[in-house]
């Protein structure tokens, strides 16, 4: 809950956490091993400002979390801006401008993965999952097919070694 609300109190518009720091948190307490945040890579906060596409402001904004809380491995990136550097970064085809976060979470590499939360100015905890709960909540590791080639999916598949890392947890293989 501190996370969403370092995320909340940003100030950054329509701001999100999600991805693996998500799928960390549910799939530990799932699979009984329990969340080690040591082994969290970064904390995914996505937002969207299509007026400022620029790496300064996801630099910016990396920069405002880090400043609240350093001890955190924060990676703010605007989905506005995804088109900009996505085919340079990773290659494949260019990616059309997203109209929203919930378009962009849509497109993120695993189904389990294409959910982010935030904490909403009342309290509650927003869920954006375009693709469902189902995977994570279920603990199937699936690809999602709306951007991530199969070469990624398995490069990712065997960095994140999800079957071992999480006993019980259900791998369908990409292909």
């Known amino acids: 809950m501190a996370v969403l609300a ?14 693996g720091a998500l799928r960390d948190l549910v799939w530990g307490e799932l699979s009984g091993v329990g969340f080690r945040p040591d082994e969290v890579r970064d904390i995914d906060v996505v937002y969207f400002d299509p007026a400022d596409l620029s790496r300064a402001r996801d630099d910016a904004a990396t920069g405002r979390l880090a400043a609240v809380r350093p001890d955190l491995p924060w ?18 085809d260019p990616v059309p401008p997203l109209r929203s976060i919930a378009e962009a979470v ?18 509650a905890i927003g869920v954006c999952a375009p693709l469902g709960l189902a995977d ?4 199937v590791w699936r690809r999602n097919p709306a951007r991530a080639s199969l070469d990624v999916s398995r490069a990712r598949l065997a960095r994140h070694r999800p079957a071992r890392r999480w006993p019980g947890i259900q791998v369908i293989p990409p292909g």
């Open 6 to 19: 370092v995320v909340r109190d940003a100030g950054l518009p329509d701001a999100w956490v999600g991805a």
């Open 75 to 92: 990676q703010a990136r605007n989905q506005a801006a995804v088109h900009v550097w996505y085919a340079a970064r990773f290659g494949g």
């Open 106 to 123: 849509a497109t993120w590499p695993e189904t389990a993965t294409a959910v982010a939360v935030r904490l909403e100015p009342g309290g």
């Open 136 to 139: 994570l909540l279920g603990g």
